[in-house]
């Protein structure tokens, strides 16, 4: 049975798809896919420690209880699947886009009968070297496409099997409030700087941040632990969203990500930071170009970053649980955002 909710992606790959579901973050779409296992109060959900500290929300909105599974430099597992602890489901993170090697996490769901979740909130339009659309290669996968395009929302659950899709309710309704006054500002430096090359929305932010810092003593606010535990109030993705993706051009899309990668890898090869990955995978459309870097060194990039009209932030907002304890290289990725 194929059932899109009535708003199917139109994007090659996602045919496959059993079903989709729209919401406005990617924390929703996972609440969703959760509540479709229909699991135990308190079931665990394996998840890698580096992760951002808000999609845990989701996680905890179900009654279900994060376990965490610790990621090495390249951002992969750590220890061997054969020793990762008995969940009911486990969460594949395609960080930044690039995919995951998702064999051990076959093989520990072969193992434990442990649900599949591809997270590709990161890597919308991405896929792996056989061709395989991030996000389509787990049991269900999450996109964030409002991390890929300039949209005042969106996010989708795909849902891979048949059996899942009869629990899952029909596509919410879709947000009636009007484009915050914001999102219609941001939209138009963006568009201005896209097509004058004129770096206006970087500046903005960029005043925003130092506005901000005067305030409160943050250039960016850092979430708030409730961020972790309680999910946003509006799921309703907006329909503004399914305007902008019929229209999106994903192959010029994808070439720019590639080319600003390229550019980056080349304008920074001698500088002291590191990238996290060897090197941009066939197929990979990159959210942005991460490297680690110590803070002195970052800044720097971060100025580089701004002269193209790039935002670059250290990622990810670590949980409460995981903050104190994490290696250093938990603490020390940063990121070129190519969102404009
Ligand atoms: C890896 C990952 N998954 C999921 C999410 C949640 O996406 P959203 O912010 O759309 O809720 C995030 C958010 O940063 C993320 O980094």
């Known amino acids: 049975m194929i059932d899109k909710g009535n708003a199917a992606l139109n994007l090659p790959g996602f045919s496959d798809v059993s079903a989709v579901r729209f919401f406005s973050l990617g924390r929703f779409a996972l609440a969703e896919g959760l509540r479709a296992l229909s699991l135990a109060p308190g079931a665990y959900i394996l998840v890698p420690a580096f992760i951002c500290r808000d999609l845990l929300a989701a996680i905890h909105a179900v009654g279900a209880v994060p376990v965490f599974l610790e990621v090495d430099e390249r951002l992969e597992p750590s220890a061997s699947s054969a020793l990762w602890p008995t969940c009911a489901a486990v969460l594949a993170v395609n960080y930044f886009g690039f995919p995951q090697n998702l064999e051990p996490f076959r093989a520990y769901c072969k193992r434990t009968r442990a649900i599949l979740i591809e997270d590709n909130a990161h890597g919308f339009l991405s896929a792996d070297t056989s061709g395989a659309l991030l996000g389509s290669r787990g049991d269900l996968g999450l996109l964030s496409m409002r991390k890929t395009f300039f949209l005042p929302n969106g996010a989708a659950l795909l849902v891979n099997r048949a059996s899942m899709v009869e629990k899952l309710p029909d596509q919410l309704p879709f947000s009636d409030q009007a484009l915050p006054v914001s999102f219609n500002l941001k939209r138009l430096l963006s568009r201005i700087q896209r097509y004058l090359r004129v770096p206006v929305l970087a500046w903005m932010q960029s005043l925003v941040r130092l506005i901000r810092y005067w305030r409160t003593g943050h250039a960016i606010t850092p979430l708030a632990e409730e961020n972790e535990f309680v999910l946003p109030k509006d799921p309703r993705p907006h329909p503004y969203v399914m305007k902008a993706l019929a229209s999106i051009d994903a192959a010029a899309e994808t070439e720019r990500r590639k080319n600003l990668y390229q550019k980056f890898q080349l304008q920074l090869a001698n500088y002291p930071i590191q990238t996290v990955f060897p090197s941009l995978p066939e197929n990979t459309v990159p ?31 670590l949980p409460k649980a995981v903050a104190p304890t994490a290696p250093a290289h938990y603490q020390s990725l940063w990121m070129i955002n190519f969102l404009c």
Not at 305 to 314: E, K, P, Q
Request: glycine content about 6%; overall charge negative; aromatic content about 20%.
């Open 287 to 317: 959210y942005g170009f991460p490297f680690y870097a110590s803070d002195a060194d970052a800044a720097f990039v971060v100025k580089v970053a701004r002269s193209s009209g790039l935002d670059c932030v250290r990622w990810p907002d």
